[in-house]
């Protein structure tokens, strides 16, 4: 069983993702993960597999990262990928953890950047 103040943790970072994906129809699951892969929170579709997509992930993010410092970039700050069935984006919310919003096709890509920002600075400092 989880520490209850870490249940709490869960139900406040559920709350602001709630919140800040609901300015922007379409989202079809989001994620909270550690920097290291690992499930902090999630509302992803039966049938999916969390800790897959999560390692998946923070391995993405991390390549991404080191190619961004290679190339003079600076920090990396999102990925945002556009595929045949919609648009994901990766945010790193904090120096602990990763946002991973799926949204439909139809979502604007806008708004989808809108949530993920917002929700990554509300998050970041309660890890």
Do not use: C, H
């Not at 989001?30 to 999560?54: C, N």
């Not at 919609?86 to 990763?98: D, T």
């Not at 946002?99 to 600075?121: C, D, I, P, R, W």
């Amino acid at each position: 069983m989880f520490d209850p103040s870490f249940e709490e943790l869960q139900g406040k970072l559920r709350t602001i993702i709630e919140e800040s994906t609901s300015l922007t129809g379409g989202i079809r699951a989001w994620m909270l993960l550690s920097k290291e892969g690992l499930p902090i929170a999630s509302a992803v579709p039966q049938g999916l597999e969390e800790a897959e997509i999560a390692a998946m992930a923070a391995s993405i993010l991390g390549v991404a990262d080191l190619a961004a410092e290679r190339l003079n970039q600076g920090t990396l700050e999102e990925i945002l990928m556009t595929n045949e069935k919609g648009l994901v984006i990766m945010r790193s919310a904090g120096e602990k953890a990763i946002l991973v919003l799926a949204a439909s096709k139809t979502t604007k890509t806008g708004l989808l950047v809108y949530a993920a920002n917002t929700a990554a600075e509300k998050i970041a400092p309660l890890l």
